[in-house]
């Protein structure tokens, strides 16, 4: 019989082990075959900024940056890119009930960690002079679909319906193991915005 490796290996203990095909696929990237790689060491081209080029979304004031987080999470909050005649998209990670420190916010309130989550991106679109009339589509990760669902739509209907949203966005409703285990509710959202916006 074949043993399963066990997830519950560290990080550092399954890259300690690294594989021949790891070790050559790393190389054909450019980067050392075992040791871990310095921020910036891989030149992919010119870093000079052209029309379309997608810059971080931020809001500092009520969610942390997620590379910030303890673990170094690699992923940014959201993406705008300038697309032609005069739009931008708008991409926004998954967003939960996280604090300006990175803090999970509301641990075992559903009905506040939504209202959160909503708050945080909310924010970010703001930041790009954004509002959710501009939100296109959702995707909505509930840990516990079948005993939250109920509440989670009872929440955005009213949330879309104060807002006078007409339609409301496209949406997908999800479960999923989210990555922190007192985290209930996760949303991404796709905007589209007419207009260009500096960085």
């Not at 990080?11 to 075959?33: F, I, K, M, T, Y």
Request: one cysteine or more.
């Amino acid at each position: 019989m074949q043993q399963v490796p066990s997830t519950k290996n560290s990080l550092a203990a399954r890259r300690g082990a690294v594989s021949p095909a790891a070790r050559d696929e790393r190389r054909a990237l450019g980067l050392p075959e075992e040791e871990r790689a310095a921020s910036g060491s891989l030149d992919r081209g010119s870093s000079a900024v052209h029309a379309g080029d997608p810059r971080a979304i931020r809001a500092a004031d009520v969610l942390n940056e997620a590379p910030d987080y303890p673990q170094a999470t690699a992923f940014s909050r959201g993406l705008a890119v300038d697309l032609t005649a005069g739009a931008r998209l708008l991409l926004l990670s998954g967003t939960a009930s996280v604090g300006a420190r990175g803090e999970t916010l509301h641990a075992g309130d559903f009905a506040a960690q939504c209202w959160r989550t909503y708050r945080n991106l909310t924010r970010l679109l703001e930041s790009e002079g954004a509002n959710w009339h501009d939100v296109v589509r959702t995707t909505c990760y509930l840990r516990d679909i079948e005993r939250d669902y109920e509440e989670f739509n009872a929440i955005r209907t009213e949330f879309f319906r104060a807002l006078g949203l007409d339609p409301f966005p496209a949406s997908t409703g999800i479960q999923v193991r989210l990555c922190r285990s007192d985290l209930l509710i996760e949303i991404e959202a796709t905007a589209l915005v007419r207009g260009t916006r500096g960085p």
